[in-house]
């Protein structure tokens, strides 16, 4: 998976995803049409929501870790121990 490298990305990604969304919601409610290709649409939508949901918070996590003022950059644990909640 490629990782977000900026902001700029990650506004982007989080537009790909309002969109994403709302055409979920609007395939799950349209009446009719192929069932089957229906639910074929519905969980390739999910999968790509999820990838992106996914890509956010991994963004997220790692500029906080990377920004040296904010508070997830400063380590309190001891040596071994773990020190974030934002994991691999």
Same mark, same amino acid.
């Given at each position: 998976? #490629?990782? !977000? ?7 982007? /990604?989080?537009? #790909?995803?309002?969109? !994403?969304?709302?055409?979920? @919601? ?8 192929? @069932?089957? $290709?229906? *639910?074929? /649409?519905? +969980? &390739? !939508? +999910? ?7 996914? *890509?956010?918070?991994?963004? @997220?996590?790692?500029?906080? $870790?990377? @920004? ?5 950059? $400063?380590?309190?644990?001891?040596? +071994?121990?773990? &020190? &974030? /909640?934002? /994991?691999?």
């Amino acid at each position: 998976m #490629k990782r !977000l490298q900026n902001e700029r990305q990650l506004n982007a /990604t989080r537009e #790909k995803l309002k969109m !994403l969304e709302e055409q979920y @919601e609007k395939s799950k409610k349209r009446p009719g049409g192929n @069932e089957y $290709v229906r *639910e074929l /649409t519905l +969980g &390739s !939508l +999910g999968r790509r929501i999820k990838q992106l949901k996914e *890509e956010i918070m991994w963004y @997220e996590c790692h500029a906080r $870790v990377r @920004e040296p003022s904010s508070p997830a950059a $400063v380590s309190t644990s001891k040596p +071994g121990e773990a &020190s &974030s /909640t934002c /994991t691999n």
